[in-house]
């Protein structure tokens, strides 16, 4: 499986970005699938999942990210709202399950988010 993460950008604290994650060679549908991040200097953390169960949140996403699919477009996307400056990341997509990143075997490109304060 090959995943494409987009929709990276420049946005003031408080905006939203929605990020993308198409995956390719496979359907993301079947599959569970993740986003983490990394900050300069930083581990690589983990900031939400989804599997044909429900959906899992770091506590610094809860009630501010939402990660949702469609099969239909074997898509995966991480909606960002009210962001902060501390939310400024690399972010990835990837396909495997938990928060922990050793469960994931496939990783998109990863798309940079820079929040302005």
């Known amino acids: 499986v090959q995943l494409q993460a987009s929709g990276g950008g420049l946005v003031q604290a408080g905006g939203s970005l929605r990020l993308s994650c198409a995956a390719s060679g496979g359907t993301s549908g079947t599959y569970a699938m993740g986003w983490f991040r990394q900050a300069p200097g930083k581990d690589r953390e983990f900031v939400a999942s989804?599997?044909?169960?429900?959906?899992s949140y770091a506590d610094s996403a809860k009630g501010r990210f939402t990660i949702s699919r469609d099969n239909a477009k074997n898509t995966v996307y991480l909606q960002m709202d009210s962001l902060r400056p501390d939310d400024t990341a690399v972010y990835y997509c990837?396909?495997?399950?938990?928060?922990?990143?050793?469960?994931?075997?496939?990783w998109g490109q990863g798309t940079l988010v820079t929040v302005s304060s």
């Open positions: 990837a396909r495997g399950y938990g928060s922990d990143y050793r469960n994931y075997a496939d």
């Open positions: 989804i599997t044909w169960t429900g959906r």
